[in-house]
């Protein structure tokens, strides 16, 4: 298409003279891929429409959220009630308290829960808790983890930031990240290197179980059992952040599926975010009762917000709630995104292309690389052009991915067999030119 004729080419010429870079989040830019962001119109379904038209099979789902497809007719009709019942209150309302019990309710190891309005907001409050509750000021996260943009979380953080080959963001005193160890994914040595030399300093330790941003990188299981023993010996609390996959890998989150690898497996907070907004502002964090009773109004530690808890919000997160609840969905899910997979793996394999994939759940990885990678280090020996020419040519061919090859995939209920069918047939075909 033309630039003169192409909407989204012009859209983002005007996005760009008033918004930095033309959007509201770095990744969408299009800055490791090149080439003009798509300006979606609509969705539906397993689909979405850019602003010339164009219909693509969406494996982004607003980055998690669409874990149903997009317009869901329950969730919209929901959400359609409860704007007309009202838009924000700053009062409590029964619909919070119902959200909060279907989460405990799915996710045992917490026994209350805070809703805020971002994965951001949900991680930088679980660390303030975690400090609050331990009264230690240092915590450990590994490199390749996202756990939102809060200052003291933006040390060497994988994904828009990898992509844009920043070690850290400029704006972040270094005194601010003074108590941020950041340490190797899946490296059990280091870890208890340590655990033995800050163990008891340590507030928290921070991690993404399965991580989603540096593509799909899983903890091992013994460095999951190690990273809640640590914990446990040395009174640390163990922060799971689960804003990616909780009810997205499963309906218990990752700690479900390593609780059944570790019997009586448990982290002490859970941050969480995406799929319980159903695409609404909405995310949480939770853990044990004497913890979250350290924060306000019942406990010394500071945490608020005008919008938490909305309305509409926690209307759009209950129907989505409700949907997945229902017997097989996971199973239909998990099986649409090994179909997927396998797809890709065959394809690749019969075109000679160096090619790996993993999945759990609604949420999947590929790398172009011959076996799958264990940390961030690893998940960089992908050739970026490549993986460049693959997104590229899928995005021709009406297939959207996430527009950096550090970012994981997810597939929703709305996907259907030829979806999954003419995305592979679109991966043959780019594999052939690769
Ligand atoms: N934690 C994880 C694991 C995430 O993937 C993200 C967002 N991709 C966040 C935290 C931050 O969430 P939000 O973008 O809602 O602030």
């Known amino acids: 298409m033309t630039h003169n004729t192409d909407r989204n080419f012009s859209l983002f010429e005007r996005a760009r003279a ?17 080439g003009t962001p ?92 975690a400090r609050g509750a331990t009264g230690r000021s240092k915590i450990l996260k590994f490199e390749g983890c996202y756990h939102g943009h809060a200052d003291a979380l933006l040390v060497k953080a994988g994904s828009g930031l990898a992509t844009f080959g ?21 490296n059990v040595v280091q870890l208890e290197e340590a655990f033995a030399l800050h163990g008891r300093d340590l507030a928290c330790l921070m991690m993404e179980p399965i991580a989603g941003n540096m593509n799909f990188v899983r903890a091992s299981t ?9 914990c446990t010996e040395y009174g640390a609390l163990l922060v799971y952040d689960e804003v990616m996959t909780g009810f997205r890998v499963a309906l218990g989150g990752a700690q479900s599926v390593y609780a059944q690898q570790i019997p009586g497996f448990a982290p002490d907070i859970t941050v969480m975010g995406k799929v319980i907004g159903g695409g609404m502002p909405l995310a949480a964090f939770g853990g044990r009762r004497e913890v979250m009773e350290q924060l306000a109004p019942l406990g010394a530690v500071y945490q608020a917000g005008t919008l938490s808890g909305n309305p509409v919000a926690t209307a759009c997160g209950l129907a989505t709630l409700h949907e997945i609840r229902k ?6 899910l998990a099986s649409s995104t090994r179909a997927l997979v396998s797809g890709l793996e065959a394809a690749a394999a019969d075109e000679g292309v160096p090619f790996c994939a993993d999945s759990e759940g609604g949420m999947f990885g590929f790398f172009l690389l011959p076996e799958l990678p264990q940390n961030y280090a690893e998940v960089m020996r992908t050739d970026g052009q490549r993986f460049n020419r693959l997104f ?43």
């Open 18 to 34: 008033v918004i930095p870079g033309g959007v509201n989040s770095p990744v969408r830019a299009f800055k490791a891929v090149g």
């Open 38 to 129: 798509r300006f979606i119109g609509r969705a539906q379904g397993a689909y979405m429409w850019d602003a010339n038209g164009t219909r693509y099979i969406d494996y982004i789902g607003s980055w998690g959220p669409m874990i149903l497809g997009h317009g869901h007719p329950a969730v919209l009709e929901a959400v359609q009630k409860a704007a007309v019942d009202g838009l924000s209150f700053g009062a409590p309302t029964e619909r919070e308290v119902e959200l909060a019990e279907a989460i405990l309710e799915l996710m045992p190891s917490m026994d209350m829960v805070r809703l805020v309005s971002s994965g951001t907001e949900a991680g930088m409050s679980a660390i303030r808790l």
């Open 166 to 186: 920043n070690a850290t963001s400029a704006g972040v005193p270094p005194e601010v990240v003074q108590h941020t160890l950041v340490l190797e994914y899946n």
């Open 222 to 230: 013994e460095f999951t059992r190690r990273c809640r023993e640590l």
């Open 327 to 332: 017997p097989g969905f996971y199973e239909a």
């Open 392 to 434: 590229h040519g899928l995005l021709e061919r009406g297939v959207y991915l996430a527009p950096a090859l550090y970012e994981a995939g997810f597939v929703s209920a709305a996907h259907t067999q030829d979806d999954i069918a003419a995305t592979v047939a679109a991966a043959r075909e780019v594999f052939k030119t690769l």
